[in-house]
């Protein structure tokens, strides 16, 4: 399974744009890499998902370089609310469910 | 539609004693997965299943067990509990297997070992 390398924490202000940028230098031909939020005691929400080149949706953008060894998921404007961990994951084809989380990165938004 | 369902929410045991937790997937969803999160850190593989059979298991010992049932709801075993495994434990499920199949978590059971 691939290993993921994200950086453990960042901080922003609202309305500022935030990207976090997750390597994967070990990712397979078929895997796919998904990005997920988490609030405290809650579990991982799904933000996006992309193969390669860049996946766009109502919340987030995932920016994936032609060799797929790193992806960039880009939060527009963020708000109080997007204070959460953000985890990157490479998910293998044949077996979604095996998917490696890292340790995600704390990120926090300031007034 | 009623998202991912797990119970008990919170759930305290001694050491050594047994602990069995529920997981109901999302309506038409074939697909549960097992995750231990221990505060902190990221969710760790425990289990896949798909379609009442296990597709792959994570570096887990023995104590620990799992299976799906003809409806596709789950449960997760964990004998001879130790002080280590106290943690939330996340349930996902996807409609397939496959990576293109978006995995849903429910809310998880916290457990605590005393």
């Known amino acids: 399974l691939a290993k993921t390398t994200q950086p453990i924490s960042m901080d922003s202000y609202e309305g500022q744009e935030v990207n976090i940028t997750c390597s994967h230098n070990?990712?397979?031909?078929?895997?796919?890499i998904t990005w997920y939020q988490q609030f405290p005691s809650q579990g991982p929400r799904f933000i996006i998902q992309g193969y390669k080149t860049k996946v766009t949706n109502e919340v987030a953008s995932l920016f994936i370089p032609a060799d797929r060894k790193s992806s960039t998921l880009s939060l527009p404007r963020v708000s109080l609310s997007d204070t959460a961990v953000y985890y990157c994951?490479?998910?293998?084809?044949?077996?979604?469910?095996?998917?490696?989380f890292g340790d995600g990165t704390t990120l926090t938004v300031k007034p | 539609d009623a998202g991912v369902t797990q119970s008990p929410t919170h759930l305290i045991k001694t050491r050594g004693q047994h602990v069995t937790l529920r997981c109901s997937p999302i309506s038409g969803h074939k697909s549960v997965s097992w995750y231990q999160q221990v505060l902190g850190q990221g969710p760790q593989f425990i289990f896949q299943y798909y379609e009442k059979e296990e597709r792959g298991r994570g570096n887990f010992p023995d104590r620990f067990s799992a299976r799906q049932f003809p409806n596709y709801s789950s449960e997760l075993n964990v004998n001879a509990l130790l002080l280590g495994d106290s943690a939330l434990y996340l349930c996902?499920?996807?409609?397939?297997?496959?990576?293109?199949?978006?995995?849903?978590f429910g809310a998880g059971t916290r457990l605590s070992v005393l």
């Open positions: 070990n990712i397979a031909t078929n895997d796919y």
């Open positions: 994951l490479v998910v293998p084809n044949t077996n979604a469910g095996k998917s490696t």
């Open positions: 996902a499920s996807s409609q397939l297997a496959g990576a293109r199949n978006i995995q849903y």
